[in-house]
């Protein structure tokens, strides 16, 4: 395995030769005598370093010129910067870190100080930027996500009336986005059960068993089971719920539509299987509907402020008490 390069840059070559037998067993060391050597070495090779052990006194170039230089072309985006030096003071210490630094050692140096700063830095930076391509993964993601997400105008989403040809064909790309985007996770997650099931339901679930369904015109049981029984269901939930455009029809007109292939041509099994349900189906979606309203009621009556209303009994009571009078008057009208 390779060893982690380090440019040390520091004019005192003695300095140089006592970092550098410090880190020799462990990492890869590069010298350079002034700041304006280091600027130049790393304009040409920088993604060959990992770490940068930087004086502050220096000719030419002193440290913080380096750092001002590194920091103006985001060089530290890549590279962690340690300083180095015999001042330690606030001052010093400060503007280093204000100037993008990641660290900052005192000399005289101790060996084991050094090499714990070192790793402590190089461990720190990598879990940074493997964090930062992470969250960049996920972001790029969440927009190619958008992206396909928004093919399907709000327009046509939310039109009140019925949507032109053009436009049911737009509508019916859905099923085959939805597809693409699981068809996107990483190959030992398309493989589990579960996804596999949700990739059938997304591409298929406007599927008909009569053929003419979308987007592959599948037929009968060439459409998975699975995305029968949500297409089914997928169609009584949508009669039963009230839309941008059009009404909710009851339980008994939604059953009455779909068993009389107003809906489109389902399973015969399928359609027996609801049947023989419809009453369970109902009852559930009752108590779910009464549960929904239940916890409206008692999240509207968490809301009511029940100190100003038992402000303003108090204060009617008072005021019912008060010795008559036109102040008194005045004062109960303004309650």
């Not at 982690?4 to 350079?32: C, M």
């Not at 461990?123 to 958008?146: C, D, G, K, P, V």
Request: net charge negative; hydrophobic share 40%; proline share 3%.
């Amino acid at each position: 395995m390779d060893k982690q390069k380090i440019l040390i840059v520091d004019d005192s070559e003695i300095n140089r030769a006592l970092l550098a037998d410090i880190l020799k067993d462990q990492y890869e060391v590069v010298e350079a005598d002034n700041g304006a050597a280091a600027v130049a070495l790393l304009s040409q090779h920088r993604m060959d370093f990992s770490l940068l052990l930087l004086d502050i006194m220096m000719p030419e170039m002193d440290g913080f010129e380096v750092l001002s230089y590194i920091n103006r072309y985001h060089w530290n985006d890549t590279l962690a910067v340690i300083m180095i030096s015999a001042d330690d003071s606030p001052a010093n210490i400060r503007r280093a870190y204000d100037l993008g630094a990641f660290d900052y050692i005192s000399r005289p140096f101790d060996s084991a100080i050094v090499h714990r700063r070192i790793s402590n830095t190089m461990l720190l930076y990598a879990r940074q930027h493997h964090l930062e391509n992470i969250i960049t993964e996920q972001f790029s993601e969440q927009e190619r996500n958008n992206k396909l997400m928004i093919s399907i105008s709000d327009t046509i989403l939310n039109k009140p009336g019925r949507l032109t040809g053009d436009e049911f064909e737009v509508i019916k790309t859905h099923a085959a986005i939805g597809a693409e985007m699981l068809s996107e996770l990483p190959i030992e997650q398309q493989e589990l059960p579960l996804v596999k099931v949700a990739s059938e339901i997304c591409r298929w679930h406007h599927e008909r068993y009569d053929g003419t369904g979308y987007p592959d015109k599948l037929v009968g049981d060439e459409i998975p089971i699975s995305a029968q029984v949500v297409s089914l269901a997928d169609v009584y939930d949508a009669l039963i719920s009230e839309r941008c455009y059009k009404k909710a029809y009851t339980y008994g007109e939604a059953l009455t539509m779909i068993l009389e292939g107003q809906c489109g041509t389902f399973n015969p099994i399928l359609l027996q299987c609801l049947l023989e349900t419809a009453d369970a189906v109902k009852a559930e979606l009752r108590d779910i509907s009464l549960e929904q309203e239940d916890k409206y009621i008692r999240s509207m009556r968490n809301k009511i402020d029940y100190d100003r209303l038992l402000t303003r009994k108090r204060s009617a009571l008072c005021t019912a008490n008060r010795p008559t009078g036109r102040n008194s008057i005045n004062e109960q009208k303004t309650t």
